[in-house]
Nanobody, 126 residues
Framework: QVQLVESGGGLVQRGDSLRLSCAAS????????MGWFRQAPGKERDFVAT????????YLADAVKGRFTISRDNAKNMVYLQMNNPRPEDTAVYYC???????????????????WGQGTQVTVSS
């Protein structure tokens, strides 16, 4: 069982920076592929970013490439989403997720994730 707790959300202005954090419980954090997803009101949940177990590989959605980065610190059981130059269209609830499948390098598919956090709201004003 893995528990994920997101933090760092809030209200920011267009162009500001924001870093989301996700704290994971358990001793085997380095065994999990991690991802960030988001869901805006009235819309489906969308993939944002994913990172491999050791952090050597990352993949980001086209909508955030060049602005967001994902990183992890396995010693601290943490994964981060650095949001630079956010836009109003980035407004959403952001979720951290963990995937345990052994054959996975990283994944942009929500159905491949086994554990989810409760989410943190990010609102970007113009």
């Amino acid at each position: 069982q893995v528990q994920l707790v997101e933090s760092g959300g809030g209200l920011v202005q267009r162009g500001d920076s924001l870093r989301l954090s996700c704290a994971a419980s358990g001793r085997t954090f380095s065994n999990y592929v991690m991802g960030w997803f988001r869901q805006a009101p009235g819309k489906e949940r969308d993939f944002v970013a994913t990172i491999s177990r050791r952090g050597s590989s990352t993949y980001l959605a086209d909508a955030v490439k060049g602005r967001f980065t994902i990183s992890r610190d396995n010693a601290k059981n943490m994964v981060y989403l650095q949001m630079n130059n956010p836009r109003p269209e980035d407004t959403a609830v952001y979720y951290c997720a963990a995937a345990t499948a052994s054959g996975l390098v990283y994944s942009g598919h929500g159905r491949q994730y086994d554990y989810w956090g409760q989410g943190t709201q990010v609102t970007v004003s113009s």
